[in-house]
């Protein structure tokens, strides 16, 4: 896109940049299109003691291209102070010497008197980087961009990578070149919106970097935060391993997020795990940037030294949510003010920095306007000698240094960058669409970066302090125990570990949790068809007759109430902790909240709280009980569960099939044909252990005084002799099966005599209603496929 600067100013050369002079001491490189050099400067930056900068001079062709640069600097401006990102002291343009409308600009930033990180590495060739250096660069790089994703709107960095981060004078890791930021980019909707995007990515940001929503614009996700998360873990991997985890393969790799640990240098396994995690195929699973930070501390063994900004703003909105009912409702005032979890009065002003005294989950905090809370300084790392010396940069290859070969030259991306292919593209005669997004109408929202620009504050003073994040716990990110959703017992957080699992098993806790909550609120459970769940599962005949009978009866307990509250505990510990004390920590916690806060919703607008009755279910059955009972699409009167009140419940029944009739259809079976449906069922049950269940649950059904009764002794009998193989006749695979005739109605289907058949066997037998329905379905069953049984 720029032109070339043909003449290096000599050391000497005076300039004016803004409101500075600068006096050029030497020329240092060629970026892509600048020029860099050390500059004194005078008066020095008030903001900062600096003396010495970097003097970036870039020559570009018009206005247009002139504007690109002004995003560049704007962004500067706007993270100017943080600790991570190479800090902006002055610009200035002006049309240059050759009157052709070409524009020279002048950036003075800080100097970063330990070059690049891309340097550092070079002198690691043989010695690379060890586990502490890396979380140390990894730490600082992603303090940078979090600066950039806590604006409101976020700015996305689009271009991280080895190359764009320089080390001060204090050995801190600072992310540089702002040139590709922009705002989120929501998924194109017509084609002009994908050519636009997709022209603007290829420019704008580096091949092996670029994330799967990148590549395939047609997934439809937004390019946001998590696109850079993306990247930033293709540089945790590169600094690890030397190499990007998609070199080899390319693109087709990184559309599926395939990719391997080479098994030199040695990290640890939460580090992987971590790689694993920002490398997460749909950028919804990838944690965001300050469940990155947080991890990466966590293996440090240090205070996070960030606050999550992202729960910050969702109890900042549910802060807001609980204003509005208070004042809709006095008595819910009263209720709430005895409530110190949902009604500490957290305000976080973003133009008014915290006070120490302000504290987010019991950690003193003192944030930027942004909610950014800077690092102090940062922990150091082992002193190495960066001797630059040697020639040109000579990097291992990856593929080669992962046999333990030195390579002569390192492969770096450079030779894969489309975006300066792209940039060079740009401002071509034929190019009339500009790439950049402050002037790309059909995208602009948030997208715009002036927008953005214009909506946060400048000048963002740090202050430096460390704090125990409020979303950090103890727990181990990456260690068994804690990746175990099921094995959170106590309430607490919903942490990033909860959401690793979740990525390691193809589902994010937000919508496993989801799910189990959707399931209660409508009984899903109980409506799956017992046949379906059975061709499903390969449960016997019997096991479906089971799971027939519990839908009769409103819900069997016996067997599955251990498992079923083990996950609602699990939903509703992790739903209790979310919902109420904020401590959100996963993905999406955004999400999450509002997941929450429609699940708080439903607790408060139904009379009996589902949260509640979750709750209860960790401590009693009865409860447990009473809550399936009271949610079962059967309605029963509460008293169902006493013998007492038999009576009752088959007036209830009764209602019922008239409100509602049972379906006794095929319904759920597919096509149905006797034949094949015995010779299935067959088929199944010259399975011995198969048999075995049967016999037990043959023999341990209540016993009905039924015609069906005095054939269950017929299929123990039989069951016993196919098991032996002694009984040929019945052998299901030797005999052809009776022709099935057509089931006359079972009796208790006639309503005058279902009370008498009911009460007669339940008051003579302890059984359930429903055992009898059963039993008699059982009974027809059996009469019509006796081979099967
Ligand atoms: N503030 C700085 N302090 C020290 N060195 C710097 C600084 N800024 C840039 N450099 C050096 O100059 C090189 C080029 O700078 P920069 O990336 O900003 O230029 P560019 O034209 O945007 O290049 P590219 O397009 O390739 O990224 C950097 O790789 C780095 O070595």
Known sequence: MNQSLNDIYQPGTELTVGSHRARIIKYLTSGGFAHIYTAEIYPADLSSPVKVACLKRVLVPDKPSLNVLRAEVDAMKLLRGNQHVVSYID?????????DGSYEVFLLMEYCSNGGLIDFMNTRLQNRL????????????????????ALQPPLIHRDIKIENVLISDDRTFKVCDFGSVCGVIRPPKNPQEFNYVQHDILKNTTAQYRSPEMIDLYRGYPINEKSDIWALGVFLYKLCYYTTPFEKVGEAAILHSRFQYPSYPQYSDRLKHLISFMLSENPTQRPNIC??????????????????????????????????KLSHSTSQSKINSANNIINVPFKMNQNQPLRSTQTFAGAPVNATPNGYVPALKPFP?????SNLSNGPFKFIEGSKALQGKQAPHFQS??????????????????????????????????GDISKIISANPTNVEPSPVYLNSGTQTDDGFASNHSLKLERTKSISSLSSSESVESQHTGGSATRRLGQKLKKVFTGERRSISPIKSRQNTGDSVRSAFATLRRGFSGGSFKNELPNKRNSLDTSSASAHSNGYKFRVSSAE?????????????????SSASIVSDLDQLQQNDTGAKDYYKSHSPVKVSATQGSRSSIQKRVQDLLKNSQDSPVKKTAHGYGNFSPNDDAAEL???????????????????TPKVLSPAKRNSSVVIKNAEQISKGTDNT?????????????????SHLKADKIVKNVETSAYEHGVDISDIEIDELEKDFKRRYPSAV
């Open 291 to 324: 469940q990155v930070l947080e991890e990466v501390s966590r293996i440090q063994g240090v205070p996070c030294p960030l606050r999550n900004f992202y729960v910050t703003r969702a109890m900042q909105q549910q802060n807001q949510q609980s204003k509005v």
């Open 381 to 385: 790392i082992q002193p190495v000698s």
């Open 413 to 446: 991306s450079i030779g894969h960058d489309f975006s300066k292919l792209g940039r060079s593209q740009t401002f071509t005669p034929t190019n009339t669409l500009s790439l950049r997004p402050s002037v790309s109408p059909p995208l602009a929202g948030r």
């Open 682 to 700: 067959a088929s199944q049950f010259t399975n011995e252990t198969m048999l075995q269940n049967i016999h037990q649950s043959v023999a341990t």
């Open 730 to 746: 019945s052998s299901p695979r030797k005999s052809a099966p009776p022709k099935p005739q057509r089931p006359k109605k079972p």
């Open 91 to 99: 610009s200035h343009a002006a049309k240059s010497g050759a009157h």
């Open 589 to 605: 916690s955004i999400e999450e909240e509002n997941i929450y806060s429609r699940f708080s919703h439903s607790r408060s607008s």
């Open 130 to 149: 060890q586990e502490a250096e890396v979380l140390k660069i990894t730490s600082d790089i992603t303090q940078g961009i979090a600066a950039m994703h």
